[in-house]
């Protein structure tokens, strides 16, 4: 019988020769290699173990110190023609890349061990699901893939059946970032990434397969590929009904997935259950609605400001088998970063791996941080107390809503419904945040973030318009689509509303709407909430503030129209018509000159 794993060990051996390892393990799975990898790296100093009792199964990491973040300008979409990568991406021949790639990547595994990992995003043989495979010579890049994914055995036997995989490839080389790449070639299948060790450019399941990649596929097969949460909302009764939710980085994407009921809507009994917190896979259903998967199996979330009132079901994910990438190292081995619960320690070891002491300043006499804005902790979803019950379905979960937000200090209200799923596509195409004092750049200054999509369509994004109003024109009973925004400010700059557990009131209406059993408003952008159809037992929030927190100013948005013909501009000929026609719609709705 032809050996149906053929394909990918020619793969492995051409890659091999290219990388020259000195020796290929192939992942399997099993814990008793996991925990041989584990003995391993803190053999080597790339990880340190954290206290047994206190962390069990938890693993301090530092990366090196220009490799952070992401590094969108170094992150490329190589596709034939250039048009196919669109404005929103940037763009190098499959030959350039290929030819300038395999430099950095000759002979840039010699003394180390290339590891193959097999892994599946989604449940392993669901239709959902996508098969990859990993070479790296990173134990750390194995670790936390072992925790984001569903990888070993399982999914060689799965390929077996059906022999499609993206092949991943990953060297941290020499960590030069004058040599890094981030390529993805959506024609062949195909991810190289070089010269980083940072996790959302190495765990390649995650941005570049279940977003770049995932996304081109979609659109040649029918279903979609989102930055989007999903979480189920449970009624006393026992029903559930899902959301899916697509904000840009910084808004709270995590914390709403695992939210807490405030205190006065307790009473109604709700349940909130978490599906994922940052990748939504949906297909159509033979019912004609929008069934959602999280390809993952972990979450990769940022751990500066993580405490318990923020996302204490978060605070109880990361307490056991959980890799901390940048954070504070305390003297008991257990870590630390800005924002978290309980004293300042007194000392530690900062994500530079120099001795900290909290007060100290840098040469501009800014403070040094314990812990980098950008540290992360990876732990398993089957950690969180209210990880959903149907992670495991192969069938997903039926999605009632897919809501856009966006941080707006003024202009969009807490909450809109659009008319339709065409007005919601333009809805969720123009969706921008402010730049806030956190980021640099000017204050205020307005980021457009279709769909929260701009750094992760692995296509022209105008192709991908047409793709979302396709969709919708497939759909019998397509989700209803909202924008929320909780970041809204009066004018001290100050929140008008309190977010986090309370946004529970916002998405009550929400799925009221989609049962057709809350009453709307009809304004010039969509329908909002009637006076006191948003529950506020408990909410104590002065009247005014709700009153401003609604309130619309056709001045800001005929302003706001200028920003979006400009962006749409972008796009040329290839911006489908429809949204042209939304823009007029709404320029005629909101009337004046
Ligand atoms: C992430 C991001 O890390 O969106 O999820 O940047
Ligand atoms: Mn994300």
């Not at 970032?177 to 996790?199: A, C, M």
Request: some cysteine.
């Amino acid at each position: 019988m032809a050996d149906k794993l053929q394909e990918l060990k020619a793969w492995v051996k051409s890659c091999a020769e290219l990388c020259q390892p000195d020796e290929i393990v192939w992942i399997n799975g099993s814990e008793e290699q996991k925990k041989r990898l584990e003995r391993e790296a803190v053999a080597s100093e790339e990880i340190v173990a954290l206290h047994p009792k206190k962390l069990p199964g938890c693993f301090w990491h530092r990366t090196a110190i220009n490799d952070v973040a992401r590094t969108e300008h170094l992150t490329y979409v190589c596709t034939r023609k250039k048009e196919e990568a669109g404005p929103n991406n940037n763009w190098m021949s499959p030959r350039e890349a290929y030819e300038k790639a395999s430099e950095y990547f000759r002979g840039s595994m010699k003394g180390r061990t290339m590891y193959v990992i097999p892994f599946s995003m989604g449940p392993v043989g669901s239709i959902f699901s996508k098969v990859g495979v990993e070479l790296t010579d990173s134990r750390y890049v194995v670790l936390n893939m072992l925790i984001m994914s569903r990888a070993g055995d399982a999914v060689l036997n799965q390929l077996k059946k059906k022999p499609e995989f993206t092949k991943c490839l990953h060297s941290k080389a020499e960590l030069d970032i004058t040599k890094r790449l981030i390529l993805h070639f959506p024609e062949d299948n195909t991810i190289w990434s070089v010269n980083s060790g940072y996790g959302g450019n190495v765990l390649l399941g995650k941005k570049c397969l279940s977003l770049r990649i995932a996304s081109h596929q979609a659109r040649q097969e029918g279903w979609m590929a989102e930055h989007m949460l999903i979480m189920g909302i449970e009624e006393p009764n026992g029903h559930i009904e899902y959301i899916a939710a697509a904000f840009p980085s910084a808004c709270g994407k995590t914390n709403l997935a695992m939210l807490i009921p405030p205190s006065g809507l307790k009473r109604k009994g709700y349940r909130i259950w978490t599906v994922g917190d940052d990748i939504a896979w949906m297909r159509i259903d033979t019912d004609g609605s929008l069934w959602a998967i999280n390809p993952e199996a972990g979450f990769f979330g940022v751990a500066p400001g993580t405490n318990m009132k923020s996302n204490p079901m978060m605070v109880k994910t990361i307490k056991k088998n959980t890799i901390f990438t940048n954070v504070l190292l305390k003297p008991d081995k257990t870590v630390w970063w800005e924002g978290a619960d309980g004293p300042v320690p007194l000392k530690g070891t900062d994500w530079q791996g120099r001795p900290w002491q909290p007060g100290m300043t840098d040469e501009q006499g800014k403070p040094i941080l314990g812990a980098h804005p950008n540290s992360r902790f990876t732990a398993p979803i089957v950690n969180c107390p209210t990880a959903s019950f149907r992670l495991q379905q192969h069938h997903g979960v039926p999605i009632s809503a897919i809501v856009f937000g966006g941080r707006r200090a003024h202009l969009a209200p807490l909450v809109y419904q659009s008319f339709n799923w065409q007005h919601g596509v333009f809805v969720g195409a123009t969706m921008a945040s402010e730049r806030t004092a956190a980021q640099v750049g000017k204050v205020g200054e307005v980021r457009r973030d279709p769909m929260a999509m701009l750094p992760f369509c692995g296509y022209n994004m105008a192709d991908y318009f047409s793709h979302w109003l396709g969709m919708g024109a497939k759909m019998t009973n397509p989700p209803k689509i909202f924008h929320v925004n909780w970041f809204r400010t009066d004018e001290n700059g100050k929140f008008l509303w309190p977010g986090f557990g309370d946004n529970l009131r916002v998405l009550e209406w929400i799925l009221e709407r989609c049962n057709n059993t809350a009453g709307a408003v009809k304004t010039p952008i969509g329908y909002i909430p009637k006076v006191n159809e948003i529950d506020k037992r408990g909410l104590h929030l002065p009247k005014e503030n709700m009153e401003k927190v609604f309130s619309i100013s056709r001045k800001e948005w005929r302003e706001e129209l200028k920003g979006i013909k400009e962006f749409f501009r972008e796009f040329g000929e290839d911006l489908p018509d429809e949204l042209w026609q939304e823009y007029k719609a709404l320029k005629k709705r909101l009337g004046g000159a």
